[in-house]
T-cell receptor
């Protein structure tokens, strides 16, 4: 199995608080992605990274920021959590385009 | 219109049945992925293909690039095959995948 770990796996937080989710990989893959999964939708891209300090926005990036200071870690921050950000968040890694993707186990975030 | 469409959305089968899940896409792609997600679980890659057919155990994936269509077949289905099957295509920039909404499969004993 690809070495990819998400933390925490579950979190309940209050509206307006900041939240940071972590994705850690041991594969040295270049590309890292954050997706959210909601009922009635396919996985939707929040942000992605194509190298250390190289990140870009996805289709649902509003309210989220990311950082990648090391190859192995990709952090997703909700600056001020809202109920609409209640979701399951998945991290994925890939060596490059056109290669197999590996997913973390997901983080279930509830904003109350 | 979604760029990746899967059918059916939900599928119930009896153990032993042959199952087909379909995926159609509207964008140019370099590869197509089939993924599996068990209830409450993570997402696992089953296949990545850009042409023809691939087989792994009881699972077979085919793709027709000209028709922009792929199928996932499960032979001799088993209750442990119950999961959501997700089609995704390599059509975005920077290796981003575009996902279908998934097909929820339930196999009854």
């Amino acid at each position: 199995d690809a070495g990819i770990t998400q933390s925490p796996r579950h979190k309940v937080t209050e509206t307006g608080t900041p939240v940071t989710l972590r994705c850690h990989q041991t594969e040295n893959h270049r590309y890292m992605y954050w997706y959210r999964q909601d009922p009635g939708h396919g996985l939707r891209l929040i942000h992605y990274s194509y190298g250390v300090k190289d990140t870009d926005k996805g289709e649902v990036s509003d309210g989220y920021s990311v950082s990648r200071s090391k190859t192995e870690d990709f952090l997703l921050t909700l600056e001020s959590a809202t109920s609409s950000q209640t979701s399951v968040y998945f991290c994925a890694i890939r060596p490059g385009g056109g290669t197999e993707a590996f997913f973390g186990q997901g983080t279930r975030l509830t904003v109350v | 219109k979604n760029e990746v469409e899967q059918s059916p959305q939900n599928l119930t089968a009896q153990e032993g049945e042959f199952i087909t899940i379909n995926c159609s896409y509207s964008v140019g792609i370099s590869a197509l992925h089939w993924l599996q997600q068990h209830p409450g679980g993570g997402i696992v890659s089953l296949f990545m293909l850009s042409s023809g057919k691939k087989k792994h155990g009881r699972l077979i994936a085919t793709i027709n690039i000209q028709e922009k269509h792929s199928s996932l077949h499960i032979t001799a289905s088993h209750p442990r095959d119950s999961a959501v099957y997700i089609c995704a295509v390599d059509g975005g920039s920077q290796g981003n995948l575009i996902f279908g909404k998934g097909t929820k499969l339930s196999v009854k004993p």
